[in-house]
């Protein structure tokens, strides 16, 4: 330690002021109640590094301790005088931001021309522009549907505002005057943290304020360490999952493997499962990032409040993360509900922890958090009014002793918004609103039609028909069952597994219903998927006594997303399968003609009644012939996806014990390693 122990306490609880007075500054000029209510922003003072050496313990979110600010200021070429960098760019701050909406503004504090420390604060805007108000949909893809990607960009260069800025950041949100004074609240904080940052060196001297920076740090690591000495020395897994990804119907892993070795904890998340096409990806860009750590700076803080917030409780800590996984995305990736993903990250480590310190860990917390947003557009002027109201958490996890510095949910010191204030802040709006009724309700009728097939509906029969599955599964392995109750129960798991499959392709139409399928062409050999699914086919079949008879090339390839191709083609097959008889057959056939893959798939079988011909394609019709029931949700699927494609599916013939489908899909070149 450079100082003595009386001078680094006096210094330490100054500057830990100076961060604390940023944040009141900014909630009182803020102009959103976000940021006036729920508190829903950060301050800090980092280093000449970029490493907070004073961190808010009781104002704003308490868990970012461990950003890096260097990346954003370097990306700009280093900051003089009077500068500001502004970024909600995840990736290009690396992981500085990591959604749209939290904008990230960084000061340098210049002393008769020497660089003593930066200033920053970080605000979540109610609206960066983007798909939906707000800018956070769990439906987005790629972050540019998530609005405005501003990267590290000098907001004000030597005292000056940039104008162009500040319009740019206005021209690309719903709310453009909100956003602006809120930005401008984060400005005010980082003057006044600079106006006292001067006063305390005027007081301590510049080479006394820059050794207090670094021996708070160290101070901060020793302590934390002595604290972590508490998890006995091995290694600790644990995994969670997310309920889904929106995407598919399967639930996402998030793994950790915990390493203590005398104080020193390694966490690899090893295991997690790859980055997901909605966005609930966490931007970490393979740094220890504070989204992964939130779970140590409370537990730290919890054995030892007395310790300093600062970088320095992490820098015991070592986070590994596969590249290319839900906590490490490779860009574009959509990151804007990175919090619901977070806060498994969270329990997971509680999970992880448990093992290690019983008696001191709680149980895992709710694992939900939800932005609640209200929005409303006024059809006279064509604004709008964005009002994100409070994130709504689940309860924390039961504890044997509560004490310390205790973390209540998983990441911020935050307040409900009271009702009054909700609706004193609306009722500039209220005449507005009874113009726009009349539309709403229009509206809302046409969203009743159009949810008929609503992914909802289906997230909410997924939970449920996966635990019966697995608890079928788990009755079916135990012994001695009477033939009987094990046939009964095999039927009944069969039918579970028919379920999900119903389940899955309800997502997946909803998915095209809202426009959110996205196709990524690639040359896919079509000949061989066909092959694959005859190969399983034909198991099946062999009990029923169907042969199938094939005529494809060896190799035809076509335009397409392989597992969507694959996708089409099983249900053309499978239902060639189902609507068959005991001796029948099954004839495949592909050939190129004039730019597209022709497939045609027939099958013997009651045919299709002319008056339900019309109908197959509809995806519940189930008409008064029997031959018809049960075709249209799986052909329905497999058509949009083949237009989808540039194709198309259709009926070419069904009648006299013959029922032949035809399939067009663009025809492909083949890639130059042979393709997919």
């Known amino acids: 330690m450079k100082l003595d122990p009386v001078t680094l306490e006096i210094m330490a609880t100054k500057v830990a002021a100076v961060a604390d007075e940023m944040g009141y500054t900014l909630q009182r000029t803020g102009r959103t109640l976000y940021v006036k209510e729920t508190a829903d922003f950060g301050t800090a003072l980092a280093t000449r590094n970029g490493k907070f050496f004073a961190y808010p313990s009781a104002i704003g979110?308490?868990?970012?301790?461990?950003?890096?600010?260097?990346?954003t200021i370097e990306a700009v070429g280093g900051l003089d005088e009077g500068d500001v960098v502004i970024t909600n760019h995840a990736y290009r701050s690396k992981g500085l931001s990591t959604h749209t909406p939290d904008f990230h503004v960084?000061?340098?504090?210049?002393?008769?021309?020497?660089?003593?420390?930066?200033?920053?604060?970080?605000?979540?805007?109610?609206?960066?522009?983007?798909?939906?108000?707000?800018?956070?949909?769990?439906?987005?893809?790629?972050?540019?549907?998530?609005?405005?990607?501003?990267?590290?960009?000098?907001?004000?260069?030597?005292?000056?505002?940039?104008?162009?800025?500040?319009?740019?950041?206005?021209?690309?949100?719903?709310?453009?005057?909100?956003?602006?004074?809120?930005?401008?609240?984060?400005?005010?904080?980082?003057a006044y943290g600079e106006r006292r940052i001067r006063e305390i060196v005027a007081q301590h001297g510049a080479a006394?304020?820059?050794?207090?920076?670094?021996?708070?740090l160290e101070y901060s690591r020793i302590k934390a360490r002595q604290a972590y000495r508490r998890i006995r020395?091995?290694?600790?897994?644990?995994?969670?999952?997310?309920?889904?990804?929106?995407?598919?119907?399967?639930?996402?892993?998030?793994?950790?493997?915990?390493?203590?070795?005398?104080?020193?904890?390694?966490?690899?998340?090893?295991?997690?499962?790859?980055q997901t096409l909605?966005?609930?990806?966490?931007?970490?860009?393979?740094?220890?990032?504070?989204?992964?750590?939130?779970?140590?700076?409370?537990?730290?803080?919890?054995?030892?409040?007395?310790?300093?917030?600062?970088?320095?409780?992490?820098?015991?800590?070592?986070?590994?993360?596969?590249?290319?996984?839900?906590?490490?995305?490779?860009?574009?990736?959509?990151?804007?509900?990175?919090?619901?993903?977070?806060?498994?990250?969270?329990?997971?480590?509680?999970?992880?922890?448990?093992?290690?310190?019983?008696?001191?860990?709680?149980?895992?917390?709710?694992?939900?958090?939800?932005?609640?947003?209200?929005a409303e557009s006024d059809p006279a002027t064509g604004t709008s009014n964005v009002i994100v109201v409070e994130p709504a958490v689940g309860g924390m996890g039961a504890v044997l002793l509560l004490g310390g510095f205790v973390i209540s949910h998983f990441v911020a010191v935050r307040f409900a918004k009271p009702v009054e204030q909700l609706a004193l802040d609306s009722e500039r709006n209220r005449?507005?609103?009874?113009?726009?009724?009349?539309?709403?309700?229009?509206?809302?009728?046409?969203?009743?039609?159009?949810?008929?097939?609503?992914?909802?509906?289906?997230?909410q029969l997924k939970t449920p028909v996966t635990v019966l599955r697995a608890g079928l599964e788990s009755?079916?392995?135990?012994?001695?069952?009477?033939?009987?109750?094990?046939?009964?129960?095999?039927?009944l798991l069969h039918q579970t597994h028919r379920l999900t499959g119903v389940i899955e392709d309800l997502l997946l139409l909803s998915r095209m219903d809202s426009g959110h399928l996205q196709i990524n062409s690639e040359a896919v050999n079509l000949s061989e998927l066909i092959e694959e699914w005859l190969d399983d086919l034909a198991t099946l079949l062999d009990q029923v006594d169907v042969r199938i008879e094939k005529k494809l090339p060896t190799k035809i390839h076509v335009v397409g997303e392989k597992r969507y191709t694959s996708l089409i083609v099983q249900n053309l097959l499978e239902n060639a399968g189902k609507y068959n008889?005991?001796?029948?057959?099954?004839?495949?056939?592909?050939?190129?003609?004039?730019?597209?893959?022709?497939?045609?798939?027939?099958?013997?079988?009651?045919?299709?009644?002319?008056?339900?011909?019309?109908?197959?394609?509809?995806?519940?019709?189930?008409?008064?012939?029997?031959?018809?029931?049960?075709?249209?949700?799986?052909?329905?699927?497999?058509?949009?996806?083949?237009?989808?494609?540039?194709?198309?599916?259709?009926?070419?013939?069904?009648?006299?014990?013959?029922?032949?489908?035809?399939?067009?899909?663009?025809?492909?070149?083949?890639?130059?390693?042979?393709?997919?």
């Open 61 to 71: 979110v308490s868990g970012f301790v461990d950003l890096d600010c260097r990346p």
């Open 106 to 190: 960084i000061k340098p504090v210049y002393v008769d021309g020497q660089l003593v420390c930066y200033v920053w604060s970080f605000l979540h805007s109610s609206d960066v522009g983007g798909r939906v108000p707000s800018s956070i949909s769990p439906s987005n893809t790629e972050v540019f549907q998530e609005g405005l990607l501003l990267p590290p960009t000098k907001l004000v260069r030597r005292g000056v505002p940039v104008d162009d800025i500040f319009g740019v950041i206005g021209a690309n949100s719903r709310t453009p005057d909100e956003n602006v004074g809120d930005i401008k609240a984060m400005l005010s904080a980082l």
């Open 208 to 216: 006394q304020f820059l050794d207090c920076q670094d021996d708070l």
């Open 233 to 274: 020395n091995g290694t600790y897994d644990f995994w969670d999952y997310l309920d889904d990804d929106l995407v598919t119907p399967y639930p996402r892993r998030i793994r950790v493997k915990l390493s203590a070795n005398d104080g020193e904890i390694t966490l690899d998340f090893d295991g997690t499962d790859p």
């Open 278 to 374: 909605s966005s609930f990806n966490v931007p970490t860009l393979g740094t220890r990032h504070p989204w992964l750590s939130l779970r140590l700076v409370a537990l730290a803080l919890t054995l030892d409040p007395s310790i300093p917030v600062n970088a320095g409780i992490l820098d015991n800590v070592t986070i590994k993360t596969p590249e290319g996984s839900i906590l490490n995305p490779r860009f574009p990736a959509a990151t804007g509900v990175r919090h619901a993903t977070a806060i498994r990250v969270d329990n997971v480590l509680v999970g992880a922890l448990a093992k290690a310190l019983p008696d001191v860990m709680p149980a895992c917390s709710g694992g939900i958090v939800i932005p609640i947003v209200f």
């Open 431 to 459: 005449a507005q609103r009874r113009q726009a009724e009349a539309q709403l309700i229009s509206a809302s009728e046409k969203l009743k039609r159009s949810t008929r097939y609503s992914a909802d509906a289906s997230h």
């Open 475 to 491: 009755l079916l392995s135990r012994e001695h069952f009477d033939p009987e109750v094990y046939e009964e129960l095999s039927a």
């Open 581 to 676: 008889r005991a001796g029948g057959r099954i004839k495949v056939e592909a050939q190129e003609k004039n730019g597209e893959v022709v497939v045609t798939v027939g099958n013997t079988g009651e045919p299709i009644a002319p008056s339900e011909q019309e109908h197959i394609f509809e995806r519940f019709h189930r008409g008064s012939e029997k031959s018809a029931s049960g075709h249209g949700l799986g052909l329905s699927l497999a058509r949009q996806l083949a237009r989808l494609h540039g194709g198309d599916l259709r009926l070419v013939h069904s009648g006299d014990d013959w029922t032949e489908f035809e399939i067009r899909f663009p025809a492909a070149q083949p890639a130059a390693d042979g393709g997919s």
